[in-house]
């Protein structure tokens, strides 16, 4: 793997490889030292032009616990806010001798930018870009649903036939986006559910099902409901008449949670408005896979570095791993 800039270009077997390594770097995480000499040498920058903390220390511990050397560099305080543009920016980076750069930016389409600018050489992760794509926290989302409903070891195994039912605020959600094309691959059925106004334009050449209302969703059964962020910041105009009305017909309550079938698990990228799109019942319950998916992430965050950095493996460094 070269670089990971969106789900849409991961073919079945390269995402089952990543959720499978991100298995072996889980596995090493339950030991007591859990650093691992992999990347020594190697320098990975986290380069943040939008506000982020979970998936920058995400990042930041995944890169650290294989030894790499991790530059941060955040745009507010930078250079950037002083208008240099991005191709500055990036030569800087190639200039210090980045291996890799991990990219948060407000524009759709930034880092395929800079990965294929001819400005830098290193290998370039998507951290989330504008409304486009975030898929580390797709692959995260895919790898905690794997490991909930199949337990600990389903290495290899995709999800097929799984249902999985995504709502709330798609049109802003780089998060939606990436996991409709990865559960896609991965097997699953996806339905989105949102009030109209919520649901982007394109949807029809989607792989989903569209259902606008959320009991109705939740009685056919899904085996996995990921709740999304009211994106309030990239709002411009009133989708919905207030947040009370929102919440009263597509937030997760208690009442809708108790609806949900035996076995199923509640999603949550973070951050959480509570009281608005989910609720603390809901988000606090054994359902809840909310902390699992920030543990989940910087296991599926190193497998990314490592696949990125360290290449194909060689079985003496699969042996490193066990
Ligand atoms: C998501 C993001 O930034 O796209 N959060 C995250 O990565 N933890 C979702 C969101 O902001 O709602």
Known sequence: MRHLLDTRDLARTEALEILDVAEDMADTQRREVKKLPTLRGKTVVNLFFEDSTRTRISFEAAAKRLSADVINF??????????????????????????????????SGAPRTLATSGWITAGVVNAGDGTHAHPTQALLDAFTIRKRLFGDDSRGRGLDGIRVTIVGDILHSRVARSNVWLLHTLGAHVTLVAPPTLIPQDVSGWPVEVEYDLDRAIAAGPDALMMLRIQLERMNAAYFPTEREYSRRYGLDARR????????????????NRGLEISAEAADSPRSTVLEQVANGVSVR???????????????????LR
């Not at 305080?77 to 991990?102: C, F, H, I, R, Y």
């Open 302 to 320: 190193m497998a990314v570095l490592y696949l990125l950095l360290a290449g194909a493996r060689t079985d003496s460094e699969k042996e490193d």
């Open 257 to 272: 949670l108790d609806a949900l079938p035996d076995g199923s698990i509640v999603l949550h990228p973070g951050p959480m």
């Open 74 to 107: 955040s745009a507010k305080g930078s250079s950037v806010s002083k208008g240099e543009s991005l191709q500055d920016t990036a030569q800087t980076l190639q200039a210090m001798g980045a291996d890799a750069v991990v990219i948060r930016h407000g524009a």
